[in-house]
């Protein structure tokens, strides 16, 4: 049985859940998210809005795969929920010499150690705000995914080298160093 699934997601004061063409629209302070229920794995589950409440059921109790996505689909609705009133946000910095990031309009600049400069696109949705430190920046968004996959994608940039220990980290992460070869 799903423990996260089997409690039904309470709506904040100012979010409204309505179900309309099997797409679950979240509104809320911050904005509004849009989750799918006509995917492979969303069809498993049934999705109920009730008064100030959601509650997501497996279709078939006994398969595992619909076990599994009851859980799933309930945590994503309680990520879109919490996302709508609090929204999310990743804390990353750089390290290395020269390292330093910046941002241009829709664009985020990195300089880590290439020849050239890396310019990434900021995805609807999410903003991206410097630090006092050009080495230091957080990103905020709604979606927890979306802002996952950017994190990820700018952390994928210049990874963290055990030996050096330069290159794009998430606050809080650390890193394993090792040492070098002896002579």
Do not use: C
């Not at 290395?96 to 600049?109: D, E, F, M, Q, R």
């Amino acid at each position: 049985m799903s423990r996260a699934g089997k409690h039904p997601i309470k709506l904040k004061d100012g979010v409204s859940a309505v179900i309309a063409d099997n797409v679950l629209v979240i509104k809320g302070p911050k904005g509004e998210i849009k989750l799918s229920l006509d995917t492979k794995h969303s069809g498993l589950v049934d999705v109920v809005v009730e008064a100030d409440q959601v509650v997501v059921t497996p279709k078939d109790a006994e398969d595992k795969t619909s076990r599994a996505m009851w859980g799933t689909m309930a945590r994503n609705v309680r990520s879109a929920v919490d996302g709508v009133t609090d929204g999310f946000s990743k804390q990353m910095y750089m390290n290395g010499v020269g390292y330093k990031a910046s941002v241009s309009g829709n664009k985020l600049v990195l300089v880590a150690g290439y020849s050239h400069d890396v310019v990434m696109e900021i995805p609807e949705g999410l903003s991206v705000k410097m630090g006092d430190d050009p080495k230091e920046f957080t990103i905020f968004g709604i979606d927890k995914g979306k802002l996952g996959q950017f994190a990820d994608k700018i952390h994928k940039v210049r990874k963290a080298d055990p030996y050096k220990g330069k290159g794009i980290f998430y606050k809080g992460e650390r890193i394993r160093r090792k040492e070098g070869k002896k002579k």
